[in-house]
């Protein structure tokens, strides 16, 4: 959880999303740069248009999350506290039927190349 947010913050914003079905919990975090802020950020849109080539450039994934572009389908093991797994897979429907949160997490500088 953000302990401080500057509305007028220009960087990188790190969206954090939470998927959870009964108690087995995962999570995946990207980075967003550009002119947006606040809740322009917290967008489901991920579902609808990310390929394994964005998921692969996320920075946490603790739950395998991939896409399989020849099915058009998710999937991710998520994880309970007892160490037990839940394999599941679907489409962005599915997928956002188990989006429990969206936050940012992390406000970063740009990096200039």
């Not at 999303?17 to 740069?33: E, L, N, Q, R, S």
């Not at 998520?78 to 797994?85: C, K, N, Q």
């Not at 394999?87 to 429990?100: A, M, Q, R, T, V």
Request: proline share 2%.
């Amino acid at each position: 959880m953000l302990k401080y947010y500057d509305p007028n913050f220009r960087g990188v914003h790190i969206v954090r999303a939470t998927f959870m079905a009964w108690d087995y919990v995962g999570h995946v975090a990207w980075p967003i740069g550009g002119n947006c802020r606040g809740a322009a950020m917290l967008d489901t849109d991920f579902l609808e248009c990310d390929t394994q080539e964005d998921i692969d450039r996320y920075v946490e994934n603790d739950c395998q999350f991939s896409f399989d572009e020849e099915s058009e389908t998710y999937s991710a093991v998520l994880h309970r506290e007892d160490g037990d797994t839940l394999e599941y897979s679907g489409d962005e429907d599915e997928f956002k039927s188990i989006l429990i949160s969206m936050e940012i997490s992390e406000c970063r500088e740009q990096k200039t190349h």
